[in-house]
């Protein structure tokens, strides 16, 4: 006896209904429902642009503090960058933390040159170029 395939029911994905008003009432933001197509692939809006990318954590963050505290942005984000590393300090130790620090810096000097701009690279040579003038 031969099994016969049976079509798959969509499965439904939850995206906010609006871009809009999820920046400005994220809490109340409409939520639509979006159904899988065929290929599995996840259904796309379509007043979304072609060569658009996804927001990411970081812009997510980023914005949130920006709602949150117009004009003290680079303030909470230094403020939860010392929280980190106060919490790794005590978590693992001085020197561990040190080196952690070191290494996610040489990673990210890495992914810069890798991306053609090394601004860390730069900020390196710069600080170990002899600017004596006699």
Known sequence: MAESETPKAP??????????ASQQDAPKAAV???????????????????GAQ???????????VREA???HEHTVIGLLVGLVVAILIFAVGFWRTLLIVLFATAGAAVGQYLDGDPKIIRAVQSFFTNRSSK
């Open 69 to 71: 505290v117009p004009g």
């Open 32 to 50: 639509k429902v979006v159904e899988a197509n065929e290929g599995g692939e996840k259904g796309k809006d379509k007043g979304a642009e072609k």
């Open 11 to 20: 499965v439904p994905t939850f995206e906010p209904a609006d871009e809009a």
């Open 54 to 64: 996804p927001e990411g954590v970081t812009t997510r963050l980023v914005a949130a």
